[in-house]
């Protein structure tokens, strides 16, 4: 499960992303340990320039989405290619 409670202290999640192409990603995480339906949002952009390491900051989510003070165990990342 992914922890991001306020117990943490993190409400970071870094992923390692490789692409050869510039691109836009969107990560999602919902459903709560708990079984609760929380969504949030946040989107992140890769250079495209191979291997990057990328923080995504869920303390500033997407415009309207709430900042998650939960235990969730769904991440789903999807990708746009342009």
Known sequence: YLDLTTAT?????TLD?????AQ???LKI???LSGAAV?????FSHTGTGWETI??????PNTGQPIP??????????????
Do not use: C, R
């Open 39 to 43: 969504t949030t949002e946040k989107g």
């Open 30 to 32: 919902e459903t709560t």
């Open 17 to 21: 992303v490789y692409a050869t192409a």
């Open 55 to 60: 923080p995504v900051d869920f303390n500033s």
């Open 9 to 13: 202290g993190s409400k970071i999640i």
């Open 24 to 26: 836009d990603f969107l």
């Open 69 to 82: 003070d939960d235990q969730f165990k769904l991440l789903v990342i999807f990708t746009f290619l342009f």
